[in-house]
């Protein structure tokens, strides 16, 4: 369990430059006594990286599953759908993203860019799991199951914008090399957000309303969720 908590810290800190000497003496420190519980091999990193989706992204929705009261079965379903969305959106994603590097001629570059994907994943979730005690407040405060679904998207925004901007740290020795690769990290979130939007839709409910009965999906999850978006907009218009 500790390997995966020095994972999620090297995770938080990677791409940072230290600000003074004493940082830097500071941070060699803590990386020489740390060397040993982080491996450097490639295969083993993934998978620590793998491991803290899971953990990490399961606690949230753990979490996010308590609305209204602790309800086992819904705990449980949460716990399982957070890191199932992760981890699957950025599965589907990856392919799209590979189609994109080699269109524009940077295929020789996907290699660093996986890896980052890979870390902004585990940050994501890592940064999720630390805005769960802000849920378990508003939960303790409101009995409004809308406020807790706009609160929890609130949540998934923060965590997001805060993987965006690890992603962008870690790329960016190529977008300095190659200005392509800024654009195509704009590309990687359109995509991404694109197919989170409907996997999340499909995935439902996370929170689970008090008020019906628990079920893994809903009765409608396979339709569309931008269809259902613009339903709304056009009976609210």
């Not at 430059?17 to 091999?41: C, G, H, L, V, Y």
């Not at 740290?169 to 995509?191: A, F, I």
């Amino acid at each position: 369990m500790n390997s995966f908590f020095l994972q999620a810290d090297s995770v938080l800190r990677s791409g940072t430059r230290q600000a003074s000497n004493e940082q830097a003496d500071r941070a060699a420190e803590r990386d020489a006594a740390t060397q040993d519980s982080i491996p450097d091999d490639a295969v083993t990193r993934g998978v620590m990286l793998l491991g803290c989706i899971l953990l990490f992204g399961a606690f949230y929705g753990a979490v996010m599953g308590t609305f209204g009261g602790v309800r086992p079965q819904q705990v449980l379903f949460s716990a399982i759908k957070v890191p199932l969305l992760l981890v699957v959106t950025g599965g589907l994603s990856v392919p799209s993203f590979f189609v994109l590097y080699s269109l524009w001629g940077l295929r020789g570059d996907f290699g660093p860019v996986l890896r980052a994907l890979l870390s902004t994943q585990a940050a994501l979730a890592v940064v999720l799991a630390s805005l769960a005690p802000f849920t378990l407040l508003f939960y303790l405060s409101s009995s409004h199951y809308e406020g807790a679904l706009l609160f929890n998207g609130a949540m998934f925004g923060v965590a997001s914008a805060s993987a965006q901007l690890l992603l962008r740290r870690l790329c960016r020795p190529l977008m300095q090399r190659d200005p392509r690769h800024r654009k195509l990290l704009w590309g990687w979130l359109v995509v991404y957000a694109f197919i989170g939007i409907q996997l999340g839709w499909v995935l439902r409910p996370f929170v689970g309303s008090p008020n019906n009965p628990t079920a893994f999906f809903r009765a409608d999850s396979l339709s569309n969720a931008y269809e259902a978006l613009l339903h709304t907009v056009w009976r609210v218009l």
